[in-house]
């Protein structure tokens, strides 16, 4: 079968085309067509593919090997017919902002900084892409900056294919050797690439390029990154939650930041007296313990600091075993258990009465602390039973 005439590549894009059925054949529920001509771009190079429809039917995915490009329809289509194709433009173009984008941006970074990209993928709601080299918040900044110039003077974007040996007269960024005839992606001031996937004509197009996060991936960085409409999405995104946030503490517009310093330190102070306040009852709780037997206590809403300073402000009135639990939103029972005795060993206890109760956690000799699933008197019942 001879390969299948690609017309994706073409300035400027096809998204309505006539074709003729090569081959229909069924692939689970679905079919595989194979059409003489394509607007559909198939999956590759880190870019999904395009979607639309043949005829009546949907287009769910496209891939290509060896040349030929296979199109996953939801109905089959008769063979020798011609069929009209609809390429949806919404997700082309939206896919090619992406992918532009991420080329002027990779371009910047190893023309700065000697970044090589060595991942790229377009997922559902950002790309990303990873270097081989850590890239500090300053850096990114100064090339998000420059990138934006780039689509800002709305350049051409140029895609030529060159054979072996006009290819060894180059200089463009490449994950791999190449032989050709290879697609070489030019965008002036930024980036030259060899690239298979669809790009806009010109950079404006991109509108704008956005990096939303990065965190350290192996060796390097993993940026997430935003252009075109999928920026424009981030932002309404963002305003839609600080407007939100601005109403729930009644801030004005450019006030957010002081105002929710202001909750954080109220909040703060909140959470300090309530410590204060916990202590205090502690303390009475510490006071009425007979020192000459073991302590069990069940205190309802505490925390994990919370449970362990109760336990301690027990335990150091009573050489005995001293017991604290609280009951867990989840269902589960919080505990922490102390002995103040010089010798005294509780992981063995703590270890037999997570085997029973499914629990989980452990500790010190003196201190150990976890959670189990039971309730306060089972688990009583079994402390008195292994001491």
């Known amino acids: 079968m001879e390969q299948t005439e690609k017309l994706y590549y073409i300035q400027p894009p096809i998204f309505q085309f006539e074709a003729t059925v090569l081959q229909c054949e069924p692939l689970q529920e679905h079919w595989q067509v194979v059409l003489n001509r394509t607007a559909f771009y198939p999956e590759g190079g880190g870019q999904p593919c395009d979607f639309g429809t043949l005829g009546n039917v949907s287009v769910i995915d496209v891939q290509e090997k060896g040349g030929i490009v296979r199109h996953t329809v939801t109905a089959p289509l008769c063979v ?75 350049l051409p974007i140029d895609a030529v294919w060159y054979n072996k040996e006009s290819l060894s007269t180059l200089t463009y960024r490449s994950k791999k050797e190449l032989d050709g005839p290879v697609r070489i992606v030019t965008i002036p001031q930024a980036d030259c690439c060899a690239c298979c996937g669809t790009h806009v004509q010109f950079t404006g197009e991109i509108g704008m390029i956005k990096i939303v996060d990065w965190q350290k991936y192996k060796s390097g960085t993993r940026l997430f990154v935003v252009c075109g409409i999928r920026a424009f999405r981030a932002f309404e995104q963002m305003r839609g939650e600080t407007t939100a946030i601005r109403t729930l503490l009644s801030a004005k517009n450019g006030a957010l930041l002081q105002a929710v310093q202001h909750q954080a330190q109220e ?47 027990v335990s150091a009135k009573t050489s005995h075993l001293c017991a604290v639990f609280t009951s867990n939103e989840n269902g589960t029972l919080s505990y922490a258990m102390a002995q103040t005795l010089p010798n005294a060993d509780l992981r063995p206890l703590c270890t037999a009465l997570n085997q029973a109760f499914c629990g989980r956690g452990g500790g010190k000799p003196g201190f150990v602390q976890g959670s189990i699933t039971t309730n306060f008197d089972a688990a009583v019942a079994f402390l008195q039973a292994n001491l």
């Open 267 to 313: 909040l703060e102070n909140a959470r300090f007296r309530v410590v204060q306040t916990e202590n205090e009852l502690f303390s009475v709780l510490a006071q009425s313990v007979d020192p000459n037997q073991p302590v069990f206590l069940q205190q309802e809403h505490l925390s994990t600091d919370a449970l362990r300073r109760l336990c301690s402000a």
């Open 80 to 154: 020798g017919s011609t069929v009209t194709g609809q390429v949806d433009a919404a997700r082309r173009m939206e896919l090619t902002q992406q992918h532009s984008g991420e080329h002027i941006l990779s371009g910047t970074l190893h023309a700065m900084f000697g970044a090589e990209n060595v991942g790229f993928h377009i997922g559902a709601d950002y790309l990303t892409m990873d270097t081989n080299i850590p890239i500090s918040d300053e850096q990114l900044a100064k090339a998000e900056a420059y990138a934006n110039e780039i689509v800002w003077k709305n």
